[in-house]
């Protein structure tokens, strides 16, 4: 799920599989980190966030993964359904009183039936 | 519960004529704003954020402005479009350094 180029990376995974999205951020000081889901034509919609304080946070079947060592986070969706199928980005937050987020280039998942 | 509105859905322009994109939140007070612009299959460009009325900071250059008139409104325009600035443009809205939440989107063609 690493961004290269210009164009999405891409994954595939039959419906009922698992589904992992990797993603690298850059600043090693970012503190707050959201997974987004984004189908065609809409606007990004929000998942699950984390906090640099945390490794593992839990959702209703997604789960977030945070290794602040080398700076990566995964995205996991289980029993992955036709309907997962969109583009997911990872945003990262450096905290303080700059309110910004800085977005990944998103990974484009299919879910075959 | 919060609510964003954007509009117009959609926007095809001449190039050379002005923009005005329309954002607004309902269900919650004093929140940050964003407009973004996304190219096709491409990730999203942070172009403006206000933390509050007439707060305005740009993150590009570019001959786009926004402008915060009142608490939950939130407006992007442009004296005289140009080609690149077709995208889809996306408001978002936060508290604090919390998620921000998205609006439907702008898409606008120039022409």
């Known amino acids: 799920g690493e961004s290269v180029g210009l164009h999405l990376p891409t994954l595939s995974v039959q419906e009922g599989d698992n589904s992992i999205i990797n993603c690298a951020y850059s600043?090693?000081?970012?503190?707050?980190f959201i997974w987004y889901k984004q189908e065609s034509g809409k606007g990004p919609q929000f998942i699950i966030d984390?906090?640099?304080?945390?490794d593992k946070r839990q959702g209703q079947r997604v789960t977030v993964l945070l290794n602040k060592t080398v700076k990566h986070l995964s995205l996991q969706i289980a029993a992955t359904q036709p309907g997962d199928s969109a583009v997911y980005f990872c945003?990262?937050?450096?905290?303080?009183?700059?309110?910004?987020?800085?977005f990944g280039k998103g990974t484009l998942l299919t879910v075959n039936p | 519960s919060q609510t964003i509105h954007q509009w117009p859905a959609t926007l095809v322009q001449p190039v050379g004529s002005p923009l005005s994109l329309e954002c607004t939140v309902e269900?919650?007070?004093?929140?940050?704003l964003y407009w973004y612009r996304q190219a096709a299959g491409r990730g999203l460009q942070l172009l403006f954020y206000s933390v509050g009325i007439g707060q305005i900071s740009s993150e590009v250059p570019q001959n786009l402005s926004a402008s915060r008139p009142q608490d939950r409104q939130f407006i992007l325009s442009s004296k005289k479009l140009l080609l690149s600035d077709s995208g889809f443009y996306l408001c978002a809205w936060s508290v604090l350094d919390r998620e921000q939440y998205f609006g439907p989107g702008t898409r606008l063609t120039v022409t």
């Open positions: 269900g919650t007070s004093n929140p940050n």
């Open positions: 600043n090693s000081a970012s503190d707050y």
């Open positions: 945003a990262e937050n450096s905290g303080g009183s700059n309110y910004k987020l800085t």
């Open positions: 984390i906090r640099s304080n945390m």
